[in-house]
């Protein structure tokens, strides 16, 4: 690989304490192809690895009384600095995935695109000690829910950045002309074939070859306005 295209490649570090759970998603269909065309890199950091003494334990019982676990400080932030040691540069972003953090849209997966690198941080039970928040720069939720890990909303959000990474979506004007990234528009209604289906038709405008009267049509028939 050339040492330009090694300089543009994103690199993502994730941590968490089930790291199989990437597997499927990161080494299939669009993920993957992104890694083997040197865009982007993915490195799972096992939290489980930082665990203390012998169980290598990585949650406690909360001050004060209540139920669950909570994560504590020490694995958590000494596997954030061993993410920075491995890191491309002196100031990588830290992302905790929570459901209190701001939330997760099509203007934050475009701010993150621009980075160069981000260590998503995974957690799991009730949350994380509080002065952990001492060591990450941003928490970012995908929803007003709540999951049972940060796993998922990290897989949310390296998907919707990894597409945004140029050249990612090979050939298509792609991510540019399309739905979110103009900032006003979602998508118009895709038809592909065959012609009929079980009575339904394609409209006849999309048929016509008329390329003017087609971009009329797709704008006419955009399915929402973004807020
Ligand atoms: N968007 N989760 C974080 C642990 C936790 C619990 C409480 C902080 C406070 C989520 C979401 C999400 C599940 C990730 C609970 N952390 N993350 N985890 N929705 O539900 O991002």
């Not at 950045?161 to 991510?175: C, F, N």
Request: proline share 6%.
């Amino acid at each position: 690989m050339s040492p330009a295209r090694d300089q543009n490649k994103m690199k993502i570090q994730i941590i968490s304490l089930f790291p199989q759970m990437f597997e499927k998603v990161l080494n299939a269909s669009m993920l993957w192809k992104a890694q083997k065309a040197g865009l982007v890199e993915y490195k799972l950091i096992n939290l489980r690895d930082f665990g203390l003494g012998p169980r290598k334990q990585v949650d406690d019982a909360p001050y004060g009384g209540g139920d669950g676990m909570v994560l504590r400080p020490e694995p958590l932030v000494a596997a954030i600095e061993a993410a920075k040691l491995k890191a491309k540069s002196q100031k990588p972003k830290v992302v905790l995935m929570s459901p209190s953090g701001v939330m997760f849209d099509q203007a934050k997966a475009r701010e993150l695109a621009k980075l160069d690198e981000m260590i998503l941080v995974c957690g799991r039970y009730e949350g994380y000690d509080e002065r952990v928040s001492e060591f990450v720069d941003e928490q970012v939720s995908i929803g007003n829910y709540v999951l049972t890990g940060g796993e998922l909303p990290a897989m949310v959000v390296i998907d919707a950045v990894t597409r945004l990474i140029p050249g990612v979506l090979g050939g298509e004007t792609s991510a540019l002309n399309e739905s979110f990234s103009q900032p006003s528009v979602l998508e118009h209604p895709h038809y592909t074939r065959p012609e009929e289906f079980r009575g339904l038709k394609v409209p006849e405008v999309l048929l016509s070859g008329d390329h003017a009267k087609i971009s009329n049509w797709r704008r006419q028939n955009q399915k929402r306005l973004q807020k």
